[in-house]
């Protein structure tokens, strides 16, 4: 195992990942949570928004120059 040399990610990198990890996470807990408490709809919902800002995400990171 090796170390990981980060110096070169900018600060602006690492708070779009990390906004981006904790809303993409943050709404598939939530639609897992409406789906045990049998609110499809909303679970529905929020499964969606975790799609779309993932594929935001994505874009992001493809359009980003390094």
Wanted: net charge positive.
């Amino acid at each position: 195992m090796t170390l990981v040399d980060v110096s070169q990610i900018s600060a602006a990198l690492f708070v779009v990942g990390a906004v981006f990890i904790l809303l993409f996470f943050s709404l598939l807990s939530f639609g897992i949570v409406k789906m045990f408490e049998q609110r499809i709809r909303a679970g529905v919902y929020s499964f969606v928004g975790a799609v779309v800002s993932g594929v935001t995400f994505g874009i992001i990171l493809a359009n980003w120059s390094f």
